[in-house]
């Protein structure tokens, strides 16, 4: 089992910036890939970006050049730098991860088999 606790959500004004961590604990050597997820209300829940063990990362369009996901071996925790925000990025954000390769993409909710309880992120204009 894995657990995950992020933290680091809040209000912040439009053009700004936050940085999300996901600490993890337990069975964690077996994890072959991280992810941010975000699900604003009344939409399905959406991949922001994904860290692969060897260090590939994947972003959604929206975010491209504006946020960056990075992790810390030796601290356990995967971060998500979220930059330049705009309202349209207000949501819950979850972390996510991936035990072993499976039939979903890096897309895909399915995909993952462990989950954060979610921060709120909440961006004025």
């Known amino acids: 089992q894995v657990q995950l606790v992020e933290s680091g959500g809040g209000l912040v004004q439009a053009g700004g910036s936050l940085r999300l961590s996901c600490a993890a604990s337990?069975?964690?050597?077996?994890?072959?890939?991280w992810a941010w997820f975000r699900q604003a209300p009344g939409t399905l829940r959406e991949l922001v970006a994904v860290i692969l063990s060897g260090g590939y990362t994947n972003y959604v369009d929206s975010v491209k050049g504006r946020f960056t996901i990075s992790r810390d071996n030796a601290k356990n925790t995967v971060y998500l730098q979220m930059d330049s925000l705009k309202p349209e990025d207000t949501a819950v954000y979850y972390c996510?991860?991936?035990?072993?390769?499976?039939?979903?993409?890096?897309?895909?909710?399915?995909?993952?088999?462990?989950w954060g309880q979610g921060t709120q992120v909440t961006v004025s204009s």
């Open positions: 337990g069975s964690i050597a077996d994890i072959n890939a």
């Open positions: 996510a991860a991936r035990s072993a390769p499976n039939v979903y993409s890096d897309y895909e909710v399915e995909g993952y088999d462990y």
